[in-house]
C-alpha cells in the first residue's frame, strides 16, 4: 500500500468487502477498505462528494485552501449547486492558515460552513479543538481516520507522503454515525465495526477502548503512533503486556511537525526497552498515523492520539474485527517497521540523553499533561453551562455524541 500519484475519481472500483456477523455475512454492502494516506483516501473521497445525491457530512482538523484542498472545496461546492446538502466543520486552530478563505468559497456556493472555535475563541476560554477526520455522504459511505486535507498527504517523486491511514466503511453503520452526528436516538448496529464519537466525556472513554484491547492481548500488540505521549496508565498497560510475554512493538515518529514532540516521547524509552518494548521510530516522512492492533484480531485507527490532548478534544475512533483488515494494518505497520530505525537501550542511556535531553522531554509531557488536565477541567464547566442554555448548531454538530494540539 505505498503511496501513488492522486488518481482519476472515475478509475476507483466501489469495494464490496463483506464483514462478519455472529459468524455469518451481512449484506454485500457493508464493507470496510483501509486506505493508506492521501493518495488512496482523496480520489475515493472525491468521488463519494461527486456521487452524493443528498447530504454530505465533513469535519476535519487541517483543511488545506490550496492543491488538493482546493479540488475538495470545488467538489463540495458543486455538490452544493445541484442540491445536495453540504455541512462542512474545519477547525479554527488547525485551520487558522486558509479556514476563512475556505469558508467563504463554501458558503458562497450554498454550503453549510461553520469554523468551529475561531482563534478568537481562545480569549473567552474556548480551547477545545474539533480534532476529528470525517466524510460521511448520503448516509451510505463514510471516511475516518486521522488524514487531513492537504498536500502533506501526497508524496511526488521520491518525497513520501505523511504516514497515515483512514477507513472506507459502507452500510449499515454509516446510518448509525449520521444519526450520532445529528444527535437523533440510534441503537448500536451489530457488525464486526464499530465508531466511537468522544462527547463531553472527553476522549476518556476512547482510551479506554485502548486499554481494553491492550489487556486482552495473548500474543503481540502493534501501535504506530505519531503524537505518543500516553499517561502513566496506558505506559503500565503497555509494559505489563510485554512483561507476561506479548510482543510489543512501538513504530513512533522519528520526524515530527510538532516542536519538542519527539523529545516528550524519547523520554518514555528507558522504562518502555526495559520492560521488554520495543521501539521503532519512522524517519522517511512525518507518521501522523493514530492505529493499533492486537493479536491480528482487533484493529483501532481514528484521529484519537495517545496523548493528553486528544482526552479533551472532538476525536474519533473506529474498532474493527474484520481478520483481512486487520491483515492489512499489521502488513502497513510491518512495512515501516523495515524502514525505520531500532531504538537501543544503550542508546536511551547516553550521557546527552540522561542529563538534557530525557529531562527537557520529561518538562515538555509534564507541561503537557497539566495543560490537558487544565483543559479537561475547563471542558466539563463549559459543557455545564452550555447544555443550560437551549441547543445551539454548533452543539449539535460536534459536542454530542454525533470537540497547540497536534494534528
Not at 486482552?216 to 500488540?221: F, M, W
Not at 505519531?226 to 499517561?231: N, T
Not at 521503532?280 to 485507527?301: F, I, M, P, Q
Amino acid at each position: 500500500m505505498g503511496s501513488a500519484p492522486i488518481t482519476s475519481c472515475e478509475e476507483l472500483p466501489v469495494p464490496s468487502v463483506a464483514l462478519t456477523v455472529d459468524g455469518g455475512l451481512v449484506a454485500a454492502a457493508e464493507s470496510v477498505e483501509l486506505l493508506d494516506g492521501g493518495a488512496q483516501a482523496y480520489p475515493r473521497m472525491l468521488l463519494a462528494i461527486a456521487r452524493a445525491r443528498r447530504t454530505v457530512h465533513l469535519e476535519v482538523y487541517a483543511f488545506a485552501s490550496l492543491g488538493v484542498g482546493a479540488r475538495f472545496v470545488a467538489e463540495l461546492g458543486r455538490a452544493a449547486r445541484r442540491g445536495v446538502a453540504v455541512r462542512v466543520m474545519i477547525d479554527g486552530w488547525g485551520s487558522a492558515r486558509g479556514g476563512r478563505a475556505i469558508a467563504a468559497a463554501l458558503d458562497h456556493d450554498g454550503c453549510a460552513v461553520q469554523i468551529y472555535n475561531r482563534l478568537l475563541s481562545l480569549l473567552v476560554g474556548r480551547f477545545v479543538r474539533n480534532h476529528r477526520k470525517i466524510l460521511l455522504v448520503d448516509d451510505e459511505v463514510a471516511f475516518l481516520g486521522g488524514i487531513n486535507i492537504g498536500d502533506e498527504n501526497l508524496g511526488e517523486g521520491e518525497r513520501l507522503g505523511w504516514a497515515d491511514l483512514a477507513l472506507e466503511i459502507r452500510g449499515p453503520q454509516c446510518a448509525h454515525l449520521g444519526q450520532m452526528i445529528r444527535r437523533e436516538p440510534h441503537r448500536p448496529v451489530d457488525s464486526s465495526l464499530r465508531i466511537f464519537l468522544c462527547g463531553l466525556g472527553g476522549g476518556w472513554r476512547l482510551r479506554r477502548r485502548y486499554l481494553r484491547a491492550f489487556a486482552s492481548a495473548k500474543q503481540r500488540i502493534h501501535v504506530a503512533h505519531g503524537y505518543f505521549l500516553p499517561d502513566h496508565g496506558v505506559v503500565r498497560a503497555l509494559t505489563a503486556a510485554a512483561r507476561r510475554g506479548v510482543q510489543v512493538r512501538l513504530l513512533l515518529a522519528g520526524r515530527s511537525d510538532v516542536l519538542f514532540a519527539r523529545a516528550a516521547t524519547r523520554s518514555l524509552h528507558r522504562r518502555l526497552l526495559a520492560a521488554g518494548v520495543h521501539i521503532h521510530e519512522w524517519g522517511a516522512s512525518v507518521l501522523h498515523a493514530k492505529v493499533a492492533t492486537v493479536d491480528g484480531r482487533r484493529l483501532l485507527v481514528g484521529s484519537f492520539n495517545l496523548d493528553p490532548f486528544s482526552l479533551v478534544n472532538l476525536e474519533a475512533l473506529v474498532e474493527v474485527d474484520d481478520t483481512r483488515v486487520i491483515e492489512q494494518a499489521e502488513a502497513w505497520i510491518q512495512t515501516h517497521f523495515a524502514s525505520s530505525r531500532a531504538m537501543t537501550s544503550v542508546e536511551a542511556t547516553t550521557r546527552l540523553r540522561r542529563w538534557l535531553l530525557d529531562p527537557l522531554g520529561r518538562l515538555v509531557a509534564l507541561l503537557a499533561d497539566a495543560i490537558g488536565r487544565l483543559l479537561a477541567s475547563h471542558k466539563m464547566r463549559q459543557a455545564s453551562l452550555d447544555y443550560s442554555k437551549p441547543s445551539r448548531p454548533e452543539a449539535q454538530m460536534a459536542d454530542a455524541p454525533p470537540s497547540p494540539q497536534s494534528k
